[in-house]
């Protein structure tokens, strides 16, 4: 019977050099594995592959050097170890992001909550072409969010709390975006400057700033044979649920849109920004 080439690598196994070879793509979802899984990987990399893995840019696993005969056997040792294959062709990809807030300190949302509730929302879905999420957790955009086809960036939105300030001035000083004044014993902040990226809470000792977490979000990067950076379309998304309702729009309009083997980029200009943008910002202001 002939080997289904396409049905495996839709299940991450894809096709090396050597003939009846696959390195497995690996689901990792926002960058962690757990001690276990790494242990089981490691295992099964040195009973069945040629015991190393590689990481991947996009914070995968491979496994190099499947046997094709070995295949249905690797499946049923990594899932021992609670390891499932990735998905690689025309579907969502891996969902990457940086350790976020629960890890650094210059982090403003969760990223890797984010990146599991994105992962069970939409991860191995069928689309004309691939998908790519990427979650940072600030402005040090460490996780590079506009390369993605959504990328999402966290921030903080503030308000300065003027009877728990004393003046001290430090917000003034590590404000990289010069939004921060104070004058006359009075903080003002320009709106128009802001960046959200929160180091003016996160260094006030007297906590004199109201904080809002939410999102910068940004449409059509690659990074590949064609570069493109992300643009944002709309303005900070302070709700959870818009942000969710934003994905799912971007989802649905290249699911609608997009021929066979075009990126988000091209969809977007091919049917036209301000198309693109109008059905982004309707989901934005009304879900």
């Keep these: 019977m002939a080997t289904d080439y396409a049905t495996l690598k839709k299940g991450g196994f894809m096709r090396q050099k050597q003939k009846n070879h ?7 979802v ?3 594995l757990t001690a276990k899984q790494l242990a089981k990987i490691a295992q099964v990399s040195e009973k069945y592959g040629d015991g190393y893995v590689h990481l991947t840019s996009r914070q995968s696993v491979e496994i190099p050097y499947i046997k094709l005969e070995q295949i249905d056997d690797v499946k049923n040792a990594l899932a021992e170890g609670d390891v499932e294959p990735g998905v690689c062709g025309p579907r969502v990809r891996t969902i990457t992001a940086c350790q976020g807030k629960a890890i650094c300190p210059s982090g403003c949302i969760d990223t890797y909550a984010l990146a599991k509730e994105l992962d069970d929302r939409y991860f191995a879905k069928e689309l004309p072409h691939k998908f ?5 957790g600030c402005q040090n955009n460490c996780l590079k969010s506009e390369e993605n086809d959504v990328g999402i960036k966290g921030g903080i939105k503030v308000e300065w709390i003027k009877d728990k300030c004393i003046q001290c001035g430090v917000c003034v000083k590590v404000c990289r975006s010069g939004a921060i004044e104070l004058k006359d014993g009075k903080i003002s902040l320009d709106q128009e400057k802001c960046n959200f990226c929160g180091r003016c ?3 006030c000792p007297v906590d004199a700033y109201q904080e809002t ?10 990074f590949g044979n064609r570069i493109n950076k992300g643009e944002t379309v709309i303005p900070f ?3 959870h649920d818009t942000l969710l309702k934003v994905c799912d729009r ?3 309009f290249f699911e609608k849109n997009a021929l066979p083997g075009e990126r988000f980029k ?3 200009d091919r049917v036209g920004k301000e198309v693109f943008e109008k059905e982004i910002k309707e989901a934005y202001e009304n879900g």
């Design 22 to 28: 696959f390195s497995l793509r690996l689901r990792v």
């Design 30 to 32: 926002g960058g962690n």
């Design 132 to 136: 790519k999420f990427g979650i940072t």
């Design 201 to 203: 809470t996160k260094s």
């Design 213 to 222: 977490e939410g999102y910068i979000v940004s449409f059509g990067g690659l």
């Design 237 to 239: 998304i302070e709700d």
């Design 250 to 252: 971007a989802i649905r």
């Design 266 to 268: 091209f969809t977007i």
